[in-house]
Each structure stands twice: as structure tokens, then as C-alpha cells.
């Protein structure tokens, strides 16, 4: 079974996990551009990306539209129970599904994937049940490092280089 869907978290993953708040109230997060990049590509080589955070975030959403995410959940408590909803809606199972998440409300979503990444500095908790641990650190390139790394195993390299040249 090949992964069709890319599970993402934020806070942490596609983030530095930091919230600033101006003087205002606005929060301000920042996310990595190569990140984006690779989010892009997922979806023209016709795979899926959702995004279930457990906060939610007018930045976040923004993110998501930028990104042409199709699938947004913010919010959420149990994300595990979300994924399996929208897996159901897609026709698809855990098999089909990688995830990455960084603390301990992403456990039981990326305990329940076919594949789970953590970035290199996620909850030790996390850490003991990842697939992989990446070298990069939430918001400087992990999601990168994942989809590359799933490009690789899909064996959809030439696809994928393909779409930047």
C-alpha cells in the first residue's frame, strides 16, 4: 500500500513551536518556506496533505489556503478520531496514511499510521514511538525532510524533480 495522505501537525512540526504575541494580542508564528515547497509538490504529484492541530489559528488557516491543503482541522482533541473520520470520507486506511507530530497529543495519531515521523527535537515520548526521528528540528525543515524521505520510498523522485525543472 502506498502512502496517499500526509498527516501534519503544527505547533512544533511545520512551526518552531514558539507563539509570539504582539502588544496587540495577534499572535505571530513563522513557518518554513521548504516546507511549502515540499507540501506543493505532495499535492501536484496527486497525494493528499491534512493538517489537525490542536490549536486554532487565523494564521494557521491562512497557511493551509496558501498551501491549497484541502483537508483543515484545527481545534481538535483527539486527532486520531478526526484522521479516522477523514479517512473514511477518502476511502482510505492507516495504511495509506504517514503522519508527523511532536508532543504528546499527537501520540495516538501517529502510534495509529502506517509511518510516523517525529522532528529531532519532539517529546521524548514521541520519540520512543516514531518510525523515524528526522535531523531536522520542528519549523526548520522537518515536513521537508518527511516528504523527501516518502519521495524516496514511493519511488516518485523522477516525478518530483520533474516538477521544478
Known amino acids: 500500500m502506498s502512502i496517499q495522505l500526509i498527516v501534519l501537525d503544527v505547533d512544533g512540526t511545520m512551526t518552531n513551536g514558539k507563539i509570539t504575541y504582539s502588544e496587540h494580542g ?7 518556506v521548504k516546507d511549502g ?3 506543493a509538490s ?3 504529484l496527486g497525494r493528499q496533505v491534512a493538517i489537525i492541530t490542536g490549536r486554532s489559528s487565523k494564521i494557521v488557516e491562512r497557511r493551509a489556503k496558501e498551501l491549497k491543503i484541502a483537508h483543515f482541522y484545527q481545534g481538535v482533541h483527539n486527532k486520531k478520531e478526526v484522521l479516522e473520520e477523514l479517512l473514511k470520507e477518502l476511502g482510505l486506511t492507516m495504511e495509506n496514511v504517514a503522519t508527523i507530530g511532536d508532543d504528546l497529543n499527537d501520540y495516538t ?4 499510521a502506517k509511518i510516523a515521523f517525529v522532528p ?5 515520548y514521541v520519540l520512543k514511538i516514531a518510525d523515524v526521528v528526522l535531523n ?5 525543515g522537518a515536513v521537508r525532510e518527511m516528504i523527501e524521505q516518502l519521495i524516496l520510498r514511493e ?4 516525478q518530483y524533480l520533474k516538477l521544478w525543472y
Open 26 to 32: 495577534d499572535e505571530v508564528k513563522s513557518f518554513c
Open 37 to 39: 515547497l515540499a507540501i
Open 42 to 44: 505532495w499535492i501536484k
Open 109 to 112: 495519531m501517529l502510534e495509529a
Open 120 to 124: 529531532a527535537n519532539a517529546s521524548h
Open 136 to 140: 531536522s528540528r520542528g519549523g526548520e
Open 155 to 158: 519511488g516518485l523522485e523522477e
